[in-house]
């Protein structure tokens, strides 16, 4: 799959990518996977005080629908992207997402 990869490296990555987030690996088994022991120190890595909300993942959405979610995403890490649709189609982005970009590219042009 990944040429050069170690054994552990492609355990690690298999539990990772599994499709169903019941039987996918925890954050906390996976930094206590033997690929990433070397990093893994519980004395200087910060919890976070809250549940994080996976509720997406529970989606029933059909292709168009998961091709939107991570367009919407794509667009809220790489605001520029906004950019490469036609202007009709900007209007189809949420609100307050297009407000992002926008800002976030008048801060790089400045």
């Known amino acids: ?3 050069g990869a170690s054994a552990a490296a ?3 990555l298999e539990r990772m990518l ?3 987030p019941a039987a996918r690996i925890t954050v906390d088994a996976a930094l206590e996977h033997r690929y990433l022991a070397q990093f893994h120190d519980p004395a ?3 919890v976070c005080p ?3 909300n996976f509720d997406f993942e529970h989606a029933s959405l059909d292709r168009a629908g998961y091709k939107r979610v991570v367009f919407h ?3 809220y890490y790489h605001p520029r992207a906004l950019l490469m ?3 009709a189609e900007r209007d189809l ?3 307050n997402l297009r407000a992002h970009a926008h800002t976030a590219i008048a801060q790089t042009l400045g």
């Open 73 to 75: 995403e794509v667009i």
């Open 85 to 87: 649709l036609p202007p």
């Open 10 to 12: 492609l355990d690690l």
């Open 93 to 95: 982005v949420p609100d």
């Open 50 to 52: 809250t549940l994080f």
């Open 1 to 3: 799959v990944i040429p």
């Open 18 to 20: 599994t499709v169903d």
């Open 44 to 46: 200087v890595e910060v």
